[in-house]
Structure formats: C-alpha cells, structure tokens
C-alpha cells in the first residue's frame, strides 16, 4: 500500500516538474524570436515598421494614407515634441526621404520574391507587420527612453 501512495504523489510532481520546463522552454524559445528592443533601437525598429507596414498598404491594398506613419508621428509628437522626420534625421540618416525609398524598394522586392501581394498576404507577410507594429507602438508608449537632441 505504501508504494502505490508513493506512486500517487510522485505523479503531480513529475507533471509539475514537466509543465515549469515546458514554460520555460517556450519562453526562451519566444525571446530567441522576438529579442527585447530598448531605447533608441525601439524607436528606429517602430518607424521602420510603420514605414513597412504603410509601404505594404500602398502596394497592396491600394490606400494611399500612410495611417500608421501618422499614428506614430501623434505618439512621438505628444511624447518627446519630435515629428517622425526631425527623429529620421537625427537618429538614421540626413535625409528621410532617401530612408523612405530605400526601405519602400527592399519591401517591394520581399514581395515580389514571396511571389506578389496576395502571396505575400498568404503567407503571413501583412499579418507579421501589423502584429509587430503593434507590439513595438505598445512599447514605445510605455518607453521611458527619451532622445537627447
């Protein structure tokens, strides 16, 4: 009788012990993916999936607005008094609009290699611009980082 109380307690902590390492396990898999931007490289890393995801927009699906480029330049406003092309300026290169076309030509060219819009939509191209701007404008928000000009 004894060893099958021993069996009966071992098992909820043998699937414990399976479920803490499965977490883990997944959580280090996901920070592998996905690595903690900060500072000034979040905020280059927002713009230029704004800048993306407002491209994609554009090719694809036809609104000329650059939506997500507007949302950011409220944020950056609001927050640090910086337009979205004074922070170009200053923290990529001297001029935004050379940034803008080099960026809108390496997605043009990622969607023609995925094989056009509606396969590069298919294969998840659009959803992963709009997951990732989202997470990046949620961090910036709440960014304490402030640019020193």
Known sequence: ME???????FIPVWVLMVWVFGA????????????????EALHIAL??????YDFFNQRCRGVSASQNEAKVNR??????NLTVNNFIKRFLT????DTESAMKKS???EIYKLGGCQEARRKGLE?????????L???VETSPWFPIL
Do not use: H, M, W
């Open 3 to 9: 060893s099958g109380l021993k069996n009966v307690t």
């Open 24 to 39: 883990f396990a997944l959580n280090t898999a996901s920070a592998e993916t996905e690595p903690e931007l900060k500072g």
């Open 47 to 52: 713009v230029e999936t704004a800048l993306k």
């Open 75 to 80: 944020l950056f406003i609001e927050k640090y």
């Open 94 to 97: 001297d001029d935004p609009r």
């Open 107 to 109: 997605l043009y060219a």
């Open 127 to 135: 959803s992963e611009l709009k997951k990732d701007f989202r997470r």
């Open 137 to 139: 404008y949620e961090q």
